[in-house]
């Protein structure tokens, strides 16, 4: 079974996360091209990690830029795992524009239905922080991105993004 993943935080080339979704011992992960969100969305950096979040509120922030992997099952899983879906982020379906042609073969398409990772439960006030349009950990916004191995193993997180239920 074969799925498509739009990324835009740190799975992308380049960024902190990538070797998740290029380490073949997680299964098969082939990058398909750049792609865009068609709705626009909040594309944030939160909490004390500075971590990125697309969050699930359409039509507000830019059309978000990011990545396209066609992944199996098992890599699939291995991403719930790091985004800890579906308590932390919640994995959906959203139509993703491609934006370049890498897609040998299937140059007629243009539009995939796409996985993607966002934040449903949020605090409002995460809308009052900028809204980027492509993520780099080391962008100019100087909130480079805190890897896991690195925090404070009995702090939650959580909470500072979440609402409490
Ligand atoms: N990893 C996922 C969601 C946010 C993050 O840092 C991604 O890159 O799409």
Same mark, same amino acid.
């Given at each position: &079974?074969? =799925? @498509?993943?739009?990324? @835009?935080?740190?799975?992308?080339? /380049?960024? $902190? ?45 830019? %059309? ?7 992944? +199996?099952?098992? &890599?699939?899983?291995? !991403?719930? *795992? !790091?985004? +800890? =879906?579906p308590n932390f982020y919640q994995r ?11 897609? =040998? /073969? *299937?140059?007629?398409? #243009? ?14 006030? !995460?809308? %009052?922080? $900028? ?12 909130? $480079?991105?805190?890897?896991? @191995?690195?925090?404070? $193993? %009995?702090? #939650? ?9």
């Open positions: &079974m074969t =799925h @498509y993943v739009f990324v @835009y935080g740190t799975l992308k080339s /380049g960024e $902190p996360n990538h070797d998740w979704i290029s380490d073949v011992r997680n299964g098969k992960g082939t990058f398909r091209g750049n792609g865009t969100t068609i709705t626009k969305y909040p594309l944030i950096i939160g909490t004390r990690y500075n971590i990125p979040f697309l969050l699930y509120k359409p039509g507000y922030g830019h %059309n978000v830029l990011g990545e396209i992997y066609e992944v +199996d099952q098992p &890599m699939l899983e291995k !991403l719930d *795992e !790091l985004e +800890d =879906h959906r379906i959203d139509e993703i524009e491609v934006v370049n042609s890498d897609f =040998h /073969g *299937e140059t007629a398409r #243009s539009t995939f239905q796409c996985w993607v990772y966002f934040l449903k439960k949020f605090r409002a006030d !995460l809308l %009052n922080l $900028p809204m980027l349009q492509c993520y780099q950990s080391k962008g100019d916004h100087g909130l $480079p991105y805190c890897e896991r @191995y690195l925090r404070d $193993p %009995n702090i #939650s997180v959580k909470y500072e993004v979440l609402l409490n239920e």
